[in-house]
Nanobody, 119 residues
Framework: QVHLVESGGGLVQPGGSLRLSCLAS????????IYWYRQAPGKERDVVAT???????DYADSVKGRFTISRDNAKNTVYLQMNSLKPEDTAVYYC?????????????WGQGTQVTVSL
């Protein structure tokens, strides 16, 4: 069992920055791919950023150049640095842990952290 805890959300003005953190329990963090998703009211949950065990990253087009995902395996933590925030970035942000397990995958989600971008 892996427990994920997101933190760092809050209220920020347009153009501002926030850094989200996703802290994972357990000893297998370094081999997992970690995703940040977000879900706005009435919308589907969409992937925002991905970082693999080897450090490769990928981003949704809507956040490229503004968001940066990184990981610190020594701290079992993945970060999402969000700059130049826009009102449309308002959502609950979730982290997802996924790693191979035999022929299948283990998948865990955090409880989410609210990000609100508003004047």
């Amino acid at each position: 069992q892996v427990h994920l805890v997101e933190s760092g959300g809050g209220l920020v003005q347009p153009g501002g920055s926030l850094r989200l953190s996703c802290l994972a329990s357990g000893s297998t963090f370094s081999i997992a791919t970690i995703y940040w998703y977000r879900q706005a009211p009435g919308k589907e949950r969409d992937v925002v950023a991905t970082i693999t065990s080897s450090g490769n990253t990928d981003y949704a087009d809507s956040v490229k150049g503004r968001f940066t995902i990184s990981r610190d395996n020594a701290k079992n933590t993945v970060y999402l640095q969000m700059n130049s925030l826009k009102p449309e970035d308002t959502a609950v942000y979730y982290c997802r842990y996924r790693r191979p397990w035999g022929p299948a995958y283990l998948d865990y989600w955090g409880q989410g952290t609210q990000v609100t971008v508003s004047l």
